[in-house]
């Protein structure tokens, strides 16, 4: 559950009821721990569980990954801005 990163009931809710894609990504493991309802139906899985034991789409919501390179070069960004927020079609 969500309040096991963040406790707070608003928290929770916001990112339950949003009709976004918002997903909580762990750096270390280069993967997904958590994504809301609207994401699980925006890349088209049953459930949340199935998303995250994807191989590929547990790691990354891009139709064609990174290169090594870029992906470290946006995950230092990431980790000096606390957040990311990106538009993919």
Do not use: C, W
């Not at 890349?43 to 034991?53: H, I, K, M, R, V």
């Amino acid at each position: 559950m969500l309040h096991d990163l963040y406790p707070n009931a608003l928290t929770d809710l916001l990112f339950e009821k949003s009709d976004d894609f918002i997903g909580i990504y762990d750096l270390t493991d280069e993967q997904f721990v958590r994504v809301n309802q609207a994401g699980v139906q925006l890349l088209g899985f049953d459930s949340e569980q199935a998303l995250l034991t994807d191989p590929v789409r547990s790691r990354s919501v891009r139709a064609e990954p990174l290169a090594d390179e870029h992906r470290n070069t946006l995950i230092a960004r990431i980790i000096q801005a606390g957040q990311h927020k990106e538009i993919t079609q």
